[in-house]
């Protein structure tokens, strides 16, 4: 081997060290920074030089500088990644909605107790201005806690639609940045070797992505990724990028849905297509646990306001000459929304119009409703589904407000197969709450009937409670009289017979802790219930009259009493035409709360697990791709001796070429 060839192999084994060494100290310096992955240098032996001595190595060659890279552990950890930011977006915007919901004296079933209860200090003075005031003191107190409740639910609905604007400029962003990138990889892509850095920097850009929406990729032959989201949806294909936007909901504009730009405009993206990232997370929660959160307290608002006004309208205020009581509550009104799609006449009107009417409080349920006509196109009958997720049924209007309690009106044009309505009954109950009775004398503490018992009565009965209960009390038959009779040994009730002014007979068995005149399984329903203390003996008799002294009669205080134990919030018709129980005001409160309690819980659960899965992922890929720095250290070391024996190499080749000169000048 000749002096020239020593010398260049000297000089290319320092050039390989020297650019593994860059290559470390790259490495090094990039330790620390998100999405880095570590570099290596790929040095290969060139093939070796024949010479009549055989082949003679040329030394070493740097082939390229390749970056540790596994595709799968990338995927996994940006797939977790987007999980886990979607649980924890969840658990946070459900620990706010948690707080709509206390518990103890600050909850809305504390402020309903307290309204109901006060109507003990009325009903023990009728006529007391003092205890009148404080009971509307308490309604107004109960309408402002819904009304206030109501009103932080449209400013979470409000954030939402601000967080979704913000993270889907970013998502735009981060879009444009991956289309940049690709362009300027195929571009690389040429020569033959990788844009390491560049390829790390694309792979950032679509983790970061994934915070906000899941994704996935799809590598071209040109070395560009196409990313896409919803189950396919283009969002960069090669150096374009797609625009996300936020959209109003079309029935209601002050939800919102996301878009994607087309050449034709703007077009909404299924909420169920997207799945993972904070985006996903705010449009479950606008249009699932927001939903459900302001149903339920609609619910309960209108429940509790047409029970008590309904039966405020039952009983004599003070006024003069007394007069039946008007309502104590005001609530938000039913609403049917147009689905902006919907057919409209040329003056821009919508060409059908929907009006929804409450009619039994008792069965609206805490759900809003798609409303569609019959796909069979069965006159007079529509398909009505539950949103978001709830299974179609078909039924007449009839049907609808038999099972439902809403009295469908349709008007102008008919409804074509096009056309829709969110059917809201309930949703703006609460925030639309409010207390509309302002005069203590207002209060109709006064039953409309008064029971008297006969003096020459031989029992121990006297009247406990009479009040009326629904529109059934007909006053042109009152006055009434019941009659006692005999006692039935078997189950000691007592037979008795009532007579009504207009000669009409209803005869009923009475027993202890039972009432008269309203008793549905008896076919008894005359529109008041009279409960009795004591035991009535064979011939007594009791005398019911039309109430002359309104203020000194308690009887329907005693009656807004009773509603604290009426189940009378989210009764559900059942299949055999029956209601079922329903519950209390405080039980639905207390269902309410638990319902939300428990989402919140489930949201705590899965964000530590994916969070925690998650950062698995990135250990795991970064543990094959990130920098180990004593790994480093070892190789910093290794190579550092080499590029010193090379260096020795090329200064003996250095000195045996001065000698040859040397002797070649003697």
């Keep these: 081997m000749g002096t020239s060839a020593l010398l260049s192999l000297g000089m290319k084994a320092m050039f390989a060290n020297q650019a593994a060494l860059q290559t470390i100290g790259q490495n090094i310096a990039n330790a620390n920074t998100p999405g880095y992955s570590r570099q290596l240098v790929n040095l290969t032996t060139p093939e070796g030089q024949f010479t009549g001595a055989g082949y003679f190595g040329k030394g070493v060659t740097v082939q390229t500088v390749t970056r540790a890279h596994n595709e799968f552990l990338t995927k996994e950890a940006a797939s977790s990644k987007s999980l886990a930011f979607m649980d924890s977006t969840k658990f946070a915007l459900l620990q706010q909605l948690e707080k709509i919901f206390p518990t103890g004296n600050a909850g809305l079933g504390q402020a309903a107790n307290q309204f109901l209860n006060s109507m003990v200090d009325v009903a023990s003075r009728p006529a007391d201005p003092s205890a009148r005031q404080v009971a509307l003191g308490r309604a107004q107190e109960l309408a402002a806690r819904f009304s206030d409740a109501g ?141 459900d959160a302001r149903n339920l307290l609609g619910q309960m608002a209108m429940s509790l306001s047409m029970k008590v006004n309904g039966q405020q309208a039952l009983g004599l205020d003070l006024s003069n000459p007394p007069g039946v009581g008007a309502p104590i509550f005001g609530v938000g009104d039913p609403r049917a929304l147009p689905n902006s799609s919907n057919v409209r006449n040329p003056d821009g009107s919508y060409a059908t119009t929907m009006a929804v009417q409450i009619v039994d409080p008792s069965r609206v349920p805490a759900n809003s409703f798609v409303l569609r006509t019959d796909p069979s196109g069965t006159p007079g009958q529509y398909e009505l589904t539950a949103r978001p997720d709830g299974k179609p049924e078909v039924l007449s209007a009839a049907q609808i407000e038999q099972r439902y309690g809403l009295r469908l009106t349709e008007g102008g044009s008919p409804m074509t197969p096009s056309d829709s309505f969110a ?169 309410a709360m638990s319902e939300i309690g428990a989402r919140v819980q489930g949201a705590k659960y899965l964000a530590g ?58």
Excluded: C
């Design 609 to 666: 697990v994916s969070t925690s899965v998650a950062s698995d992922a990135e250990k795991v890929r970064s543990g094959q791709a990130g920098v180990n720095l004593d790994e480093e250290a070892a190789r910093l070391m290794q190579y550092q001796q080499g590029y010193q024996a090379a260096a020795k190499v090329l200064q003996a080749g250095q000195k045996i070429f001065d000698e040859l000169l040397q002797l070649a000048q003697r």
């Design 151 to 291: 009103a932080q639910l449209a400013d979470l609905q409000a954030g939402v639609v601000s967080d979704l604007k913000a993270d889907l400029g970013v998502v735009n962003q981060l879009a444009k940045q991956i289309a940049a990138a690709n362009d300027q990889i195929a571009r690389a892509n040429g020569t033959g070797h990788t844009p390491n850095d560049l390829l790390d920097q694309r792979e950032q850009l679509i983790s970061q992505l994934s915070q906000y929406v899941q994704v996935t990729t799809l590598p071209a032959d040109d070395g560009t990724v196409g990313v896409f989201i919803g189950g396919g949806q283009r969002l960069v294909l090669g150096d374009q990028a797609q625009t996300l936007s936020v959209t109003p909901d079309p029935y209601d504009s002050s939800r919102a849905q996301v878009s994607i730009s087309e050449a034709n405009g703007a077009r909404a993206l299924d909420e169920s297509v997207l799945t993972g990232g904070s985006i996903s997370a705010l449009l479950a929660y606008q249009n699932k646990d927001l939903q």
């Design 423 to 591: 059917l809201e009954p309930v949703a703006m109950a609460a925030i639309g709450m409010k207390r509309i009775l302002d005069n203590t004398n207002g209060l109709a503490a006064a039953s409309p009937i008064t029971g008297v018992t006969n003096i020459n009565n031989t029992g121990t009965m006297t009247v406990d409670s009479l009040y009326a209960v629904n529109s059934n009390l007909d006053m042109s038959k009152v006055p009434m009289s019941i009659q006692f009779g005999a006692v039935n040994p078997a189950d000691n009730s007592v037979a008795y017979s009532i007579t009504m002014s207009d000669g009409s007979v209803v005869n009923g068995n009475w027993k202890a802790g039972s009432v008269i005149g309203n008793e549905p399984l008896a076919g008894i329903d005359l529109g008041f219930e009279l409960r009795l203390n004591g035991v009535p003996k064979p011939g007594d008799t009791l005398d019911i009259n039309a109430t002359q002294f309104p203020a000194a009669n308690n009887s329907n205080a005693k009656a807004f009493l009773n509603l604290q134990t009426e189940s009378f919030v989210g009764r559900v018709l059942q299949a055999d035409g029956s209601l079922s129980k329903g519950a209390t005001i405080t039980d639905a409160y207390a269902s």
